[in-house]
Nanobody, 114 residues
Framework: QVQLVESGGGSVQPGGSLTLTCTASDKIFNIYTMAWYRQAPGKQRELVADISSSGRPTIRDSVKGRFTISRDGAKKTVYLQMNSLKPDDTAVYYC????????WGQGTQVTVSS
């Protein structure tokens, strides 16, 4: 069973930066589009960004210009670089394969607060 492990979250002040990491256990990681999602307290989980197997990124409008998604096939890892963080970015962040979902990982908490 494929496992996804997210890390890199933390507490930062508004305007700060974080880089999230998601590492997958599957051997065919490179053929899948990978995505980052987030779930804020009391809200539904939402797609933040995805990146195709060829490396083409798609970024949600609300974070465009602040977040960057990238991947490293050799490491089976997808990254989310988050800059200029806002309190509204506070959420648990998860990764998954949007075209072939696997069980959710534990996520990584991001808290943006002054």
């Amino acid at each position: 069973q494929v496992q996804l492990v997210e890390s890199g979250g933390g507490s930062v002040q508004p305007g700060g930066s974080l880089t999230l990491t998601c590492t997958a256990s599957d051997k065919i990681f490179n053929i899948y589009t990978m995505a980052w999602y987030r779930q804020a307290p009391g809200k539904q989980r939402e797609l933040v960004a995805d990146i195709s197997s060829s490396g083409r990124p798609t970024i949600r409008d609300s974070v465009k210009g602040r977040f960057t998604i990238s991947r490293d096939g050799a490491k089976k890892t997808v990254y989310l670089q988050m800059n200029s963080l806002k309190p509204d970015d506070t959420a648990v962040y998860y990764c998954n394969r949007p075209t072939s979902m696997v069980p959710w990982g534990q996520g990584t908490q991001v808290t943006v607060s002054s």
